[in-house]
């Protein structure tokens, strides 16, 4: 088992999945964007605000193993990056608490503790119980395949 035995919140699964403190967060990322874009780019450039958080070498056992997992699916998964976006606005009005990025494609990901979260605006809904049950590995087939379509 993968994540910690005793029951969390969620903010303790997130701090657990990205490997920092939570609990301050710099102003500037909770700052509106105009769009997705900007949201994406503003959480690129402040990765280092997470505990220097590495996009291309997570550092944390849930991530990595979740990183490993896409990595392995994808032809080229030599371009993939994971980002950290809790407490950004791209949190905040969009949902969205990590995203992977390869080849210019992403795929946006909402970290939760409920698996019966109704309405969630991410591409993929990863819960706490997915790693408990190991149905974390059936995400990141899901996030390859996502990266790895074709665009329209």
Sequence with gaps: MLVQSDPQDGHGF??????CDLTV????????VRNFRE????????????????PRRP???LAQCLFQK??????????LRL???????LDYWMGVD????????????DLSVSSYKRY?????????QDFVKNHHYKKGDIIARKLSQKRR
């Design 59 to 61: 550092r944390t056992p």
């Design 39 to 54: 949201g994406i780019q503003r959480v690129k450039e402040c990765q280092c605000l997470y505990n220097h958080w590495n």
């Design 98 to 109: 990590c995203f992977f990025e390869c080849n210019g494609r992403i795929v946006t990901v």
């Design 70 to 79: 896409v990595k392995s699916r994808l032809k080229t998964g030599d371009d």
């Design 120 to 128: 969630y605006k991410a591409d993929i809904l990863l819960t706490r």
């Design 25 to 32: 967060v710099d102003p500037k990322l909770k700052q509106r």
């Design 83 to 89: 980002f950290i976006a809790i407490n950004t606005a």
């Design 14 to 19: 997130q701090n657990e999945f990205c490997g």
